[in-house]
C-alpha cells in the first residue's frame, strides 16, 4: 500500500448509565510487536467486538469496533463503528473514514496549500434515510473487517462518487497548527472565526469562537501551573454574557504511574484517580465532594467513592478482563475478551 494509513483513536463510545465509564476503551499495545504487517482480533463471547489491523510501519491501518445496544434504542444488532486515516507523503492527514452503524458514514478530505499555510477541509457523506433514522440501519458494517474491504466497499464507492462540501479552512502557524479556523457553524447557524494562541512550547492557552457580528460565543482558556499540571476553563456566552463555566484539571506524577482529574459542575467536585503499570492502565477510581471555590485538592477519606474499574491484561499486552463496579448501586459487571493474531505470511 503506497499511502501512509493511520488509524484515529479518538474514539467517542457510549456510556452505560451506571458504570461511568466505556467499555473497552482500552488501547491495543502489544508488549513486543512483530517487525511485519498482523492483525488483532478481539472477542467476547464467541462475538468479534473490536479488530485492528496494522502495517509493517507499525501503524494501525483499520480498526473495527463493535460496542452494545443503547438501552433507550431496541435494536436486534450492537452499535458499531468503523474508523481508518489516510496519510501524504509529508505525514499529514488527507483522508478519514468514518463509519457508524446508527449515524450513517462520513468521508473527510485535507487539502493543502503549503506555500499559503492554508488547510482546507471537505466532507462526503452517506446519510441514514430519515425512516430509518435512530434504528441502526448500517448494522451489516460488520461484514468489513479489514481497510482494503473498506475503501472496495459500495458505501466508500458512493461516497467517491459524490459531491463534497467544503466544512472549513484553517490557517497554519509555523509549527503546522492552526491559529485561525474560519467556517459555518450548525450550532450557531452563522459564520464563525476560531482563533487559537500557544505558548512557547506550542501548547495551547487560548480559543475563542467568534461569530460573524464579533460576538464572542465560547472561550476556552489552558494553564500550565508546571510540567504536570494543566487546568482548563471552558466559558459559554449569550448575547455578551457569560452563561456557564466548566472547569477540568490534570494532574500527572513525575513517574507517569498516577494521573488525576478534575472537573467541577455545579456544586460537585468530580475527581478520578488513574493508576498505570508500564504504560497500562490499571485502575481508574472516581470519588465526588463538595466544591468550595478550589479545583485541585488531595484526595481524602472524607471523598465519597462512587465507581471503579480494574484492568488486567495478558501476556501479550492486551486487555483480557474488566470489571467496573458503581458504588452507589451496588451494581457491577465484569467482561472478558480473548484474542488471535493473525501475521502476514
Known amino acids: 500500500m503506497k ?3 493511520l488509524i484515529a483513536f479518538t474514539i467517542g463510545l457510549f456510556q452505560n448509565g451506571f458504570s461511568q465509564f466505556a467499555f473497552n476503551n482500552v488501547p491495543f499495545k502489544l508488549k513486543n510487536p512483530p517487525s511485519d504487517s498482523y492483525k488483532i482480533i478481539q472477542t467476547r463471547n464467541g462475538e468479534i467486538t473490536k479488530i485492528e489491523e496494522i502495517n509493517e510501519n507499525g501503524n494501525v491501518i483499520f480498526q473495527y469496533i463493535q460496542g452494545d445496544i443503547p438501552p433507550f434504542f431496541n435494536w436486534n444488532e450492537p452499535h458499531r463503528f468503523i474508523y481508518a486515516f489516510e496519510f501524504n507523503r509529508r505525514g499529514d492527514k488527507t483522508r478519514r473514514y468514518a463509519f457508524n452503524s446508527n449515524a450513517g458514514h462520513n468521508i473527510y478530505e485535507y487539502e493543502y496549500d503549503y506555500d499559503k499555510n492554508l488547510k482546507t ?38 461516497m467517491t462518487n459524490s459531491n463534497k462540501d467544503f466544512l472549513e479552512v484553517a490557517f497554519l502557524n509555523e509549527s503546522g497548527q492552526p491559529s485561525s479556523i474560519k467556517k459555518y457553524s450548525k450550532m450557531y447557524r452563522d459564520s464563525t472565526t476560531t482563533l487559537i494562541e ?14 460573524s457580528s464579533g460576538d464572542v460565543k465560547r472561550k476556552i482558556t489552558t494553564k500550565y501551573p508546571d510540567d504536570k499540571t494543566k487546568i482548563t476553563a471552558i466559558i459559554t456566552y449569550r448575547n455578551g454574557q457569560e452563561i456557564s463555566t466548566y472547569k477540568h484539571a490534570e494532574v500527572r506524577d513525575s513517574l507517569n504511574d498516577t494521573k488525576i482529574e478534575y472537573s467541577v459542575r455545579g456544586k460537585e467536585l468530580n475527581v478520578r484517580l488513574y493508576k498505570y503499570d508500564n504504560g497500562y492502565p490499571t485502575n481508574i477510581i472516581v470519588y465526588s465532594t463538595e466544591y468550595k471555590n478550589k479545583l485541585i485538592i488531595p484526595i481524602t477519606k472524607k471523598f465519597e467513592t462512587t465507581a471503579e474499574m480494574k484492568y488486567s491484561y495478558n501476556s501479550d499486552g492486551l486487555l483480557e478482563k474488566e470489571e467496573m463496579n458503581n458504588y452507589k448501586t451496588g451494581e457491577n459487571k465484569t467482561r472478558v475478551y480473548t484474542y488471535r493474531i493473525e501475521y502476514e505470511q
Open 3 to 5: 499511502k501512509i494509513i
Open 121 to 158: 477541509t471537505y466532507e462526503r457523506g452517506y446519510s441514514v434515510p430519515e425512516k430509518s433514522k435512530n434504528s441502526n440501519a448500517f448494522s451489516k458494517i460488520s461484514r468489513i473487517q479489514d481497510f482494503k474491504s473498506l475503501v472496495e466497499s459500495s458505501e466508500v464507492l458512493s
Open 198 to 211: 500557544y505558548d512557547h512550547e506550542n501548547r495551547e492557552i487560548l480559543k475563542k469562537i467568534i461569530t
